[in-house]
């Protein structure tokens, strides 16, 4: 079972374009992460968000937190081909992190 | 950073053997680890969590008497598949999270071991 659904799934797009992956779930996270995955790689954290409505920047990724904190989004802008990975939400409840559905970007020169 | 490892990296071992998976926590204690797999190209499911010093907690369809999980210290958890079979061929990732309070709910991942069962 998903808790958390990520979309889109998939998503290819051009160099210079900007993006955002939307992460959502009917329950409620007291904290939630973002990871960036390459191939045969353990997932790499990105950012922690607690407080709902939380929005934090990491350079061209801006990332924020659901005001219910039942959601999160992840927007790239002018994504360049070494953000090509796949990226992971994870929302922390219950002693556990449960990850999201995750999309799979691909970044062409 | 904190640093979490996995060792071995890679194993390929025959069917119906044991294989153990290591995951260590370098530079801090970790109370808890989870053990995650995936399948290629798709996310990470929770297999289990990890207390140390007690039994571990698994998540429903995994079988525990398959996959055997012991955190015997505040550093060290293992995974171990037992009677492995071909569909046990997988990426295998643990994370660990911190002593509560000194980092928040942080967890981090180890770099994934690599099972394929022939």
Known sequence: ???????PQFLSIQEGENLTVYCNSSSVFSSLQ???????EGPVLLVTVVTGGEVKKL???TFQFGDARKDSSLHITAA????TGLYLCAGYNFNKFYFGSG??????P | GAVVSQHPSWVICKSGTS?????RSLDFQATTMFWYRQFPKQSLMLM???NEGSKATYEQGVEKDKFLIN???LTLSTLTVTSAHPEDSSFYICSARRRPGSSGNTIYFGEGSWLTVV
């Open chain 2, 48 to 50: 289990a969590t990890s």
């Open chain 1, 80 to 83: 360049q081909p070494g953000d």
């Open chain 1, 103 to 108: 999309t799979k970007l691909n970044v062409k």
């Open chain 2, 19 to 23: 294989v153990k998976i290591e995951c």
């Open chain 1, 34 to 40: 973002w990871y960036r995955q390459e191939p045969g």
């Open chain 1, 1 to 7: 079972t998903q808790l958390l659904e990520q979309s």
């Open chain 1, 59 to 61: 350079k061209r990724l």
């Open chain 2, 71 to 73: 955190h015997a210290s």
